[in-house]
């Protein structure tokens, strides 16, 4: 067992201590390591024998070193040898696999949606199809993620998938052929109109820049002038792919950011080294959204830091830390946060202080009276500690109950995939639009679907109702109670017409998604997103881009 070798103990200890200093002053330190480690070597050991029941010593182990690393930040991760692989596909966007989302709707393992031009779409796989098996295992009852890992495999290996399709009573069967999938950083570039190019990055892994550059020397083919650049929904990545986008738009040796940590070695400057793609100085809006993380956050921040481009949407998430990769023993690796990055203004964009928690353990906000306030090359003011906040800040609308419910309950999915099958072919995804025939079929469709749901308003008489009884006010409101709840119910009924064009838009998104696959996704949101208005706008205005740029914000 593993507490009757020492030496493997001994190891332990050394990989700990290993490359550090051995300072004087450190050594109060080593002591403190080597006795917690003593203590959990003897608490395992006393476990393992007296516990009664057998204890497996891998996620008994796996939950201890999870525990501790949570204890740090979200960010600092243990990645066994089984994970390696997974690890891999998120840093280099590459598996081998069929090259297909799938997900779980209604417990079964459906195909979300194909790759355009992988091997499951030339197969002819389709979304909506039902998975049974795979290489002749039987998925019923399985996750999507442990079937998504039967899927995955080396590259040219062949996989046999049985599926059931909708509106078809037999199933089918297909031979695919693994092969390497490049998970795309720029799924679409085009034109929004004659002057105005958009480019959506959604990852910062290795070939980022590439696909950005590359999209930009197409859009400049068809006449770009203005760039709407869009990280929406962009969790990050590689610090050397966002360097070298921000390379794009700024002259060489530029200094983009800086990383400082505890040692010394890791605390770097980094500059431009790329000449810019970008220099006639293009007018450029950034979009940006809640979920924007990271190198996204880099990105965006030198753009507003040296007022280079506008930024448009919502505050970002707030991710100012760099993580680095550290071999352990076993094939296991260490994602370790090492520093915190600094944009030029000098602000470091780290929401919450992971060193510092509340009395129930919980890691709080920067305090705001903590904040310091930095100024932009122009002079524009900005604020560190709260993500990089958009110049021109647009309200997040949520979806009514009722679209919430539809999506929820897989009818717009489930929809569409009918829709699909049904018409071989629609418009392009700026000029296909659902008719109101179209849309009263699917509001008779629906109507043996259960699409019951409480909403907030529904909720809150609720518990007005019940506080009226408690507090004994009740047979003087009851009846204005009893009214607004009929009311509401009313108005729940006619959800599927009162919140028509929010439900239509949302249905016509999907519905594209099968005939254009991502990127008509993408080309159909031009006129109907607010943050894309609200570029085009500003873009259209030079003398207000300029003047929003230049004139100093004393607000």
Same mark, same amino acid.
Not at 162 to 184: D, G, M, N, P, Q
Not at 246 to 258: A, Q, R
Not at 492 to 502: A, R, V
């Given at each position: 067992?593993?507490?009757?070798?020492?030496?493997?103990?001994?190891?332990?200890?050394?990989?700990?201590?290993?490359?550090?200093?051995?300072?004087?002053?450190?050594?109060?330190?080593?002591?403190?390591?080597?006795?917690?480690?003593?203590?959990?070597?003897?608490?395992?050991?006393?476990?393992?024998?007296?516990?009664?029941?057998?204890?497996?010593?891998?996620?008994?182990?796996?939950?201890?070193?999870?525990?501790?690393?949570?204890?740090?930040?979200?960010?600092?991760?243990?990645?066994?040898?089984?994970?390696?692989?997974?690890?891999?596909?998120?840093?280099?966007?590459? +598996?081998?696999?069929?090259?297909?989302?799938?997900?779980?709707?209604?417990?079964?393992?459906?195909?979300?949606?194909?790759?355009?031009?992988?091997?499951?779409?030339?197969?002819?796989?389709?979304?909506?199809?039902?998975?049974?098996?795979?290489?002749?295992?039987?998925?019923?009852?399985?996750?999507?993620?442990?079937?998504?890992?039967?899927?995955?495999?080396?590259?040219?290996?062949?996989?046999?998938?049985?599926?059931?399709?909708?509106?078809?009573?037999?199933?089918?069967?297909?031979?695919?052929?693994?092969?390497?999938?490049?998970?795309?950083?720029?799924?679409? +570039? $085009?034109?929004?109109?004659?002057?105005?190019?958009?480019?959506?990055?959604?990852?910062?892994?290795?070939?980022? +820049?590439? %696909?950005?550059?590359?999209?930009?020397?197409?859009?400049?083919?068809? $006449?770009?002038?203005?760039?709407?650049?869009?990280?929406?929904?962009?969790?990050?990545?590689?610090?050397?792919?966002?360097?070298?986008?921000?390379?794009?738009?700024?002259?060489?040796?530029?200094?983009?950011?800086?990383?400082?940590?505890?040692?010394?070695?890791?605390?770097?400057?980094?500059?431009?080294?790329?000449?810019?793609?970008?220099?006639?100085?293009?007018?450029?809006?950034?979009?940006?959204?809640?979920?924007?993380?990271?190198?996204?956050?880099?990105?965006?921040?030198?753009?507003?830091?040296?007022?280079?481009?506008?930024?448009?949407?919502?505050?970002?998430?707030?991710?100012?830390?760099?993580?680095?990769?550290?071999?352990?023993?076993?094939?296991?690796?260490?994602?370790?946060?090492?520093?915190?990055? +600094?944009?030029?203004?000098?602000?470091?964009?780290?929401?919450?202080?992971?060193?510092?928690? /509340?009395?129930?353990?919980?890691?709080?906000?920067?305090?705001?009276?903590?904040?310091?306030?930095?100024?932009?090359?122009?002079?524009?003011?900005?604020?560190?500690?709260?993500?990089?906040?958009?110049?021109?800040?647009? %309200?997040?609308?949520?979806?009514?109950?009722?679209?919430?419910?539809?999506?929820?309950?897989?009818?717009?999915?489930?929809?569409?995939?009918?829709?699909?099958? $049904?018409?071989?072919?629609?418009?392009?995804?700026?000029?296909?639009?659902?008719?109101?025939?179209?849309?009263?079929?699917?509001?008779?469709?629906?109507?043996?679907?259960?699409? %019951?749901?409480?909403?907030?308003?529904?909720?809150?008489?609720?518990?007005?109702?019940?506080?009226?009884?408690?507090?004994?006010?009740?047979?003087?409101?009851?009846?204005?109670?009893?009214?607004?709840?009929?009311?509401?119910?009313?108005?729940?009924?006619?959800?599927?017409?009162?919140?028509?064009?929010?439900?239509?838009?949302?249905?016509? %998104?999907?519905?594209?998604?099968?005939?254009?696959?991502?990127?008509?996704?993408?080309?159909?949101?031009?006129?109907?997103?607010?943050?894309?208005?609200?570029?085009?706008?500003?873009?259209? /205005?030079? /003398?207000?881009?300029?003047?929003?740029?230049?004139?100093?914000?004393?607000?």
């Amino acid at each position: 067992m593993w507490y009757k070798k020492p030496i493997l103990y001994l190891g332990l200890f050394v990989v700990l201590i290993g490359g550090l200093s051995l300072d004087e002053k450190y050594s109060q330190q080593y002591f403190d390591v080597a006795k917690n480690l003593d203590i959990f070597a003897t608490i395992y050991r006393e476990v393992n024998t007296y516990y009664v029941d057998e204890v497996d010593p891998t996620p008994f182990v796996r939950t201890g070193i999870d525990a501790m690393l949570q204890s740090l930040d979200p960010y600092t991760n243990y990645i066994s040898e089984d994970e390696i692989e997974d690890f891999r596909t998120m840093t280099t966007g590459e +598996y081998g696999g069929i090259g297909a989302i799938i997900g779980q709707r209604d417990g079964e393992i459906i195909v979300i949606m194909p790759y355009e031009g992988d091997p499951a779409d030339q197969a002819g796989l389709k979304a909506g199809d039902k998975i049974l098996s795979v290489n002749g295992i039987n998925v019923s009852g399985k996750t999507s993620g442990e079937v998504s890992k039967l899927l995955k495999g080396q590259s040219n290996s062949s996989i046999s998938l049985k599926v059931e399709r909708v509106l078809s009573e037999e199933t089918f069967e297909f031979e695919i052929t693994r092969k390497k999938i490049k998970l795309a950083n720029v799924p679409f +570039y $085009g034109m929004v109109d004659e002057e105005v190019g958009y480019i959506r990055l959604t990852d910062f892994s290795i070939g980022a +820049y590439s %696909e950005v550059r590359k999209g930009i020397e197409e859009l400049q083919k068809l $006449g770009v002038k203005k760039l709407i650049f869009d990280l929406r929904e962009n969790p990050g990545g590689s610090l050397d792919e966002a360097i070298k986008i921000c390379s794009i738009f700024l002259p060489v040796g530029t200094k983009v950011v800086e990383t400082k940590g505890r040692y010394e070695q890791y605390n770097k400057t980094y500059n431009t080294l790329i000449p810019p793609l970008d220099t006639a100085g293009m007018p450029l809006v950034i979009l940006t959204s809640e979920a924007s993380a990271s190198a996204s956050e880099i990105v965006g921040g030198v753009i507003q830091d040296y007022d280079r481009g506008i930024l448009v949407g919502q505050q970002t998430f707030g991710k100012g830390l760099v993580q680095m990769t550290r071999p352990l023993v076993y094939n296991s690796q260490l994602k370790v946060t090492t520093s915190r990055y +600094y944009i030029p203004s000098g602000r470091c964009i780290q929401a919450i202080d992971y060193s510092k928690r /509340n009395s129930n353990g919980e890691a709080t906000k920067v305090p705001d009276s903590l904040l310091a306030e930095y100024t932009t090359k122009n002079g524009r003011k900005v604020i560190d500690g709260r993500g990089v906040h958009p110049d021109i800040d647009i %309200e997040i609308e949520d979806y009514a109950p009722i679209t919430v419910t539809l999506l929820r309950k897989n009818y717009i999915f489930n929809y569409a995939t009918l829709f699909y099958y $049904g018409h071989e072919s629609i418009p392009s995804p700026r000029e296909f639009s659902l008719s109101d025939e179209d849309y009263n079929e699917f509001v008779n469709w629906l109507s043996d679907k259960d699409v %019951e749901y409480t909403t907030q308003v529904e909720k809150t008489l609720a518990k007005l109702d019940d506080l009226s009884k408690k507090e004994k006010y009740h047979d003087a409101i009851g009846p204005e109670l009893e009214s607004l709840k009929e009311k509401v119910s009313h108005s729940k009924n006619s959800d599927l017409f009162n919140f028509k064009d929010e439900i239509k838009e949302v249905l016509e %998104e999907e519905i594209i998604g099968r005939y254009y696959y991502q990127k008509g996704i993408v080309e159909s949101s031009f006129d109907s997103d607010p943050d894309i208005e609200a570029a085009l706008e500003i873009l259209k /205005n030079t /003398n207000d881009y300029e003047a929003m740029l230049t004139v100093r914000n004393d607000e």
